[in-house]
């Protein structure tokens, strides 16, 4: 039926999204499976998104009826919300892609109903109203901008496992005073501290052997860099 009403859970590049509406536009075989290229309309985190001739493999996919939507997504989603925090979930373990929740002084548990908290995903906390957060020691990474643009955020408490931080994860934080960055990471990316107008300290690890462009980009003149001596000797500018 061309014209009917479907509901599907599709997950790209990490985000989940509720298929609405389809108007089928074109059916093409490629390599014996069967691709359905059509305008959708998308209902992703928070807010509508038009997408336009998106190609998706229907051939793994059970297309429900408008009354056969799952009474719980996140079964659907692999996906998990626990006080305000948003979770992806992959086996038994789990990554921070949003937080919705009002508290302003966060700790996120090393631990959420069963699975463990390894990453907190790209822009998971971009432009919050946090001030304060202390990242459990089971993470390992911190995606690109991932607490970007969060101009009350004063203290932050980075997990001691915590090998790869993405590229101006930090950069507007502007009440950032201070940041001790766990050994273990190796590589500061671009932009990281961008726009930190109230950094005065950071502490480096002897772990760090290369830096990006502008990690520093428009922070103080007299920040000072707690490092061992022969630090910027050793370490590698790209």
Not at 32 to 43: E, G, N, Q, R
Not at 95 to 123: D, M
Not at 160 to 184: H, M, Q, R, V
Not at 206 to 225: A, K, Q
């Amino acid at each position: 039926d061309m014209d009917s009403k479907v509901v599907q859970y599709f997950k790209v590049a990490d985000s989940t999204y509720k298929v609405e509406t389809i108007s089928i536009a074109k059916l093409s075989v490629v390599d014996d499976v069967m691709i359905w290229t059509f305008p959708l309309h998308v209902d992703g985190n928070t807010k509508d998104v038009s997408v336009d001739d998106i190609c998706i493999n229907l051939s793994s996919a059970t297309v429900n009826s408008e009354e056969n939507i799952p009474s719980n997504p996140s079964q659907q989603t692999n996906r998990l919300e626990y006080e305000g925090l948003v979770l992806l979930l992959d086996g038994n373990s789990a990554s921070v892609i949003g937080y919705n929740g009002k508290k302003t002084q966060l700790e996120i548990p090393e631990e959420i109903e069963g699975y463990k908290v390894v990453a907190i995903s790209e822009s998971a906390f971009y432009e919050s109203n946090l001030v304060s957060i202390i990242v459990p020691n089971s993470v390992t990474s911190i995606g690109a901008y991932a607490f970007c643009g969060s101009s009350k955020l004063s203290s932050i408490k980075l997990s001691n496992s915590l090998d790869t931080i993405g590229e101006s994860a930090f950069a507007g934080c502007i009440k950032l005073s201070s940041i001790e960055i766990p050994y273990g990471v190796e590589y500061l990316s671009d932009h990281l501290f961008s726009a930190c107008t109230g950094l005065r300290r950071i502490t480096l690890p002897d772990s760090i052997i290369g830096m990006g462009n502008e990690v520093f980009y428009r922070c103080r003149d007299d920040l000072e860099y707690i490092a061992s001596p022969g630090f910027w000797d050793r370490v590698t500018q790209y």
